[in-house]
């Protein structure tokens, strides 16, 4: 517990120092608004392999040239240093052929005249004169040149929509790393009469100083759903109540990690009609007037022991291929046991007989078109 606090007052000391929000990135960093990375090259000269570590240690990675844009970039960067920096860009040995350190290969067009050469098994880059990537010997003394993602909210901040379902958001940077003095508002939003259940996972923060705070809501001045970080535990899902939800990813000044992916799904706010006995009927909802857009709607049947179920139906009108009704022979939706997928206006008269005294059918209807629906009348057998 003392250790824990005495954490918290150093971490909460040094945030303030070495804030600088000017550009998005750490002070000595250097934003580049072409590539929309900071970037930083090392006063020390150091050998190949001690240059990404070098990166890492100050929160970067190795920069290898990825597109003709940051060629362009690191060639007015590097151009006042007589320095060449190191890449992430090496030869493999066995097979001649030369690898970023993502196992990407360096565009043939992004080395500079005359290159590759077998001058060296390792690359700088040449800023002066015709610039791009050279072949260098390894043991060569150089500085290093890092980068890192900026403090930047993606530009996208509303995800869903009213004919959505499900889908996945990852933090800025993800899997690699998100960067400090974030606050981005994230809203999703699914069709109506569903809510909506987020599953952030993998969760990968700076515990206590980088987390989520999530709203019922389009944005914070909804309903406080809570937090990721609640201190003595994380806690990864979270459900709205509606059909909006939002929340902020807050990160601190110092210390970054990976960062998170979130899953999340709509689920239909219509409770499920389970009949039992000997028959019964179902039919669509506002059923013969038309169903609402974005319906979901799941039917159970279950009937006595050692009986089948004869499922007919009767009527049936239903925009085809997108407002569909599906038909399991189980006690849940599964799609090892889907029997049919039912639309459109030739459909009925349907029947058939379940193998067993499950059965389960769902119905669910798009954002557009709305028809009259279905009357299904069922009995043991
Ligand atoms: C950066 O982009 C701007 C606008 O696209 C361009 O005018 C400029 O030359 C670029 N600078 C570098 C160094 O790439
Ligand atoms: C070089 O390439 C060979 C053949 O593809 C591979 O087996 C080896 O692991 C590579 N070496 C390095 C250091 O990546
Ligand atoms: C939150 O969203 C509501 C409705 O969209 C809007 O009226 C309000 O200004 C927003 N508040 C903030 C703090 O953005
Ligand atoms: C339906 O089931 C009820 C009992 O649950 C029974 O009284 C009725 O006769 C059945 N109707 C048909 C048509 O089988
Ligand atoms: C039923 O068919 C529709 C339209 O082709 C499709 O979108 C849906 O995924 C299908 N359902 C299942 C469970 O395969
Ligand atoms: C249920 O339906 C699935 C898919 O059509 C089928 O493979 C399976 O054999 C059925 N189960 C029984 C018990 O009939
Ligand atoms: C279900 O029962 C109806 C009415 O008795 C019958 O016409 C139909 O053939 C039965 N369905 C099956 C698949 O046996």
């Known amino acids: 517990m003392i250790a824990l606090l005495t954490a918290l007052l150093f971490a909460s000391a040094i945030q303030d120092v070495t804030a600088d929000d000017n550009n998005h990135c750490p002070s000595g960093w250097t934003f580049s608004s072409n590539t929309s990375l900071c970037y930083i090259q090392s006063p020390q000269y150091l050998t190949y392999a001690e240059a990404d570590p070098f990166c890492q240690s100050i929160g970067g990675s190795q920069v290898f040239v990825f597109t003709l844009r940051e060629l362009t970039w ?3 960067f590097t151009k006042s240093s007589f320095a060449q920096p190191w890449l992430a860009t090496t030869r493999n040995t066995t097979t ?12 043939t067009s992004f080395w500079t005249t005359g290159e590759p050469s077998l001058n060296g098994d390792c690359a700088t880059f040449k800023g002066m004169g015709a610039s791009g990537i050279q072949a260098t010997p390894c043991y060569s003394i150089q500085p290093a040149l890092c980068r890192q993602m900026p403090a930047l909210c993606p530009t996208q901040t509303n995800y869903g929509g009213l004919s959505t379902r499900s889908g996945t958001i990852t933090s ?10 974030l606050n981005c508002l994230y809203t999703i939003t699914s069709p109506v009469n569903t809510y909506i259940t987020l599953l952030f996972s993998p969760y990968m923060l700076e515990d206590f100083f980088d987390y989520i705070d999530v709203y019922d ?10 937090t990721t970080d609640d201190w003595w535990y994380i806690r990864d899902d979270f459900e709205s109540s509606s059909n909006v939800v939002s929340f902020i990813f807050h990160t601190d000044s110092i210390i ?22 000997q028959n ?3 039919t669509s909802p506002n059923y013969p007037n038309n169903y609402d857009p974005n319906t979901e709607q799941l039917y159970y049947i279950t009937a006595p022991t050692g009986f089948q179920v ?18 399991y022979n189980s006690s849940y939706v599964s799609s090892y046991n889907l029997v049919a997928n039912l639309s459109g206006l030739a459909v009925a008269p349907w029947s058939w007989v379940s193998p067993s005294k499950y059965v389960t059918m769902r119905f669910r209807s798009d954002y557009m078109i709305q028809k009259k629906g279905f009357n299904i009348v069922w009995f043991i057998q």
């Not at 001649?96 to 565009?107: E, F, L, M």
């Not at 809501?217 to 809570?226: E, K, Q």
């Open 280 to 282: 019964g009927s179902f």
């Open 74 to 76: 690191l060639t007015d």
């Open 217 to 226: 809501g389009p944005n914070s001045s909804y309903p406080y759903l809570g």
């Open 256 to 277: 970054t990690d990976k960062g998170w992916l979130l899953t999340w799904n709509s689920k239909s706010n219509t409770p499920p009609i389970s009949q039992s006995g």
């Open 310 to 327: 004869n499922v007919t139906i009767t009527d049936f009108v239903t925009e085809l291929n997108y407002d569909v009704l599906e038909v």
């Open 172 to 181: 800025p940077g993800y899997p690699v790393q998100y960067y400090n003095n």
């Open 96 to 107: 001649g052929s030369w690898y970023n350190s993502d196992k990407t290969s360096p565009s």
